[in-house]
């Protein structure tokens, strides 16, 4: 009976991470980010329906909710890291200027802030969906599942050669050069005159 349960519930997801995915707008298949999230949030909702004993109605509640909020989390992330690729640009122009330079971190920051604003707004509905048992339940396992998940990433990481590490993206900027160069260029400037 259990197992019949588990795997009546497993189709369901399934099918409602299908049909979920089939109506939403078209991504771009080739980005290898999008592909691990999707592989990520079906485990999840595998694992998840199980932490959480659901039946098939309150998965499918619960997982609408949780549908919902991840196509706007994605756009929000979307937007972020291209953002961030902008700033990434920017720290290595030395002239940057410096209103931009403000705009694209004010961005940035207030991007992070609706993402984590939008987390709790899910969460909290996430939560009135289930028992106080099941709330417990699923605090531990969005901890231990985002712990899970970071120490696969980081072994993946570790086992990459390191010619193959996108290293340039967490090198910092290069260096501006010394006051003193800007300085002794002034200086042969008044002294020419």
Same mark, same amino acid.
């Given at each position: 009976?259990?197992?019949?349960? !588990? /795997?009546?519930?497993? &189709?369901?997801?399934?099918?409602? #991470? ?19 999230? *999707?592989? &990520? ?5 595998? =694992? ?14 619960? !997982?609408?909710?949780? #549908?919902? !909020?991840?196509?706007? =989390? ?12 902008? /700033?990434?640009? /920017? ?5 940057? $200027?410096?209103? +931009?330079?403000? %705009? ?8 992070? =802030? ?8 899910? /969460? +909290?509905? *996430? ?13 531990? !396992? ?5 712990? %899970? &998940?970071?120490? &696969? ?12 590490? @996108? ?5 910092? $900027?290069? $260096?501006? @050069? $010394? ?7 002034? =200086? ?6």
């Amino acid at each position: 009976m259990c197992r019949k349960l !588990f /795997l009546g519930t497993l &189709i369901g997801c399934l099918l409602f #991470g299908t049909s979920a995915l089939l109506a939403q707008p078209l991504r771009d298949p080739q980005d290898p980010r999008e592909k691990s999230r *999707e592989r &990520i949030q079906m485990v999840k909702m595998l =694992k998840l329906t199980e932490a959480l004993r659901l039946d098939r109605e309150a998965a499918a509640r619960f !997982f609408a909710v949780n #549908g919902q !909020f991840e196509e706007t =989390k994605r756009r929000l992330r979307a937007d972020l890291h291209q953002d961030i690729e902008r /700033l990434r640009h /920017l720290t290595r122009n030395l002239n940057a $200027p410096e209103k +931009e330079l403000r %705009e694209t971190v004010l961005r940035i920051k207030n991007k992070r =802030k609706d993402l984590n604003d939008l987390n709790l707004k899910q /969460l +909290e509905e *996430e939560l009135t969906l289930l028992r106080p048992d099941q709330q417990a339940r699923y605090v531990l !396992f969005t901890i231990d599942f985002r712990r %899970e &998940i970071d120490d &696969i990433v980081r072994e993946v990481r570790d086992e990459r050669p390191a010619a193959a590490r @996108p290293a340039e993206r967490f090198a910092s $900027p290069p $260096p501006r @050069p $010394p006051v003193e160069t800007y300085r002794d260029s002034y =200086k042969e400037g008044v002294q020419k005159k």
